[in-house]
């Protein structure tokens, strides 16, 4: 793993799409998980970028298991204390909106899986906001995907 590459990647593309409401950034916050499905259950995921977000490593386990279960359909998850609801799955992604926003426009995730990562990106908004945070998901996922990651 060229864990130089993924941090240089993180820190560029973070910076220019994840910010507050009053930067116009896409993107509130955005979460990178170790993970490897194919792995012995010994090997814990770790954090391996945050920004904008100070996960909890219990609720990043709860969260994986949910991931590893993949019932994306009959639960919810959560992260940090907002609980999503699944709307749409696609075969390397899914998008989750907030069951308990206080948000007049709501609040979303897009979960994005790579064979060695969990990428989380949280946003606030409706359908524009999501559209272009899906974009700015898209822009980092496939510098995952060309390296393998």
Known sequence: ??????????????CNNVGFDVTGE???????????????????????????????PIEVGEFVNFIK????QSESFFI????????????SWFCGRCMNTSKPAGEGAIVYKTPSFLFVALYEGSIGAASRAMAAVDRFACQLERRNF
């Open 1 to 14: 793993m060229d864990w130089g590459f993924v941090n240089r990647n993180w820190e560029k593309w973070a």
């Open 26 to 56: 896409p993107l509130k916050a955005a979460l990178l998980i170790n993970y490897d499905p194919t792995g012995p259950s010994r090997l814990l995921s770790t954090i391996a970028e945050e920004e904008g977000i100070e996960a909890d």
């Open 69 to 72: 279960r993949g019932n994306y």
């Open 80 to 91: 940090e204390s907002n609980q999503y609801v699944v709307t749409s799955i696609h075969e």
